[in-house]
């Protein structure tokens, strides 16, 4: 089971929504409030990325730096 975390950028928090099939393509709901203004963290996403990437290009996505 995959765990994706979320920032909530209404109350400005963060959830985790657990879930056996991938979240592309769902509406995501912050699981506190229930606002559906919340935006997966970088992380989360390169953690539960797509398994058929190649770890090289997982690779490279993980040593980036932003700002």
């Given at each position: 089971?995959?765990?994706y975390e979320f920032l909530c950028l209404d109350?400005?928090?963060s959830c985790e929504i657990e879930s056996t099939q991938p979240i592309e393509g769902t509406r995501i709901r912050c699981a506190h409030c229930d606002?559906?203004?919340v935006r997966q963290t970088f992380e989360s996403?390169?953690?539960n990325a797509d398994a058929s990437r190649s770890a090289?290009?997982?690779d490279a996505l993980r040593g980036c730096?932003?700002?």
């Amino acid at each position: 089971m995959a765990v994706y975390e979320f920032l909530c950028l209404d109350r400005g928090g963060s959830c985790e929504i657990e879930s056996t099939q991938p979240i592309e393509g769902t509406r995501i709901r912050c699981a506190h409030c229930d606002f559906a203004h919340v935006r997966q963290t970088f992380e989360s996403y390169l953690r539960n990325a797509d398994a058929s990437r190649s770890a090289a290009a997982l690779d490279a996505l993980r040593g980036c730096h932003f700002g």
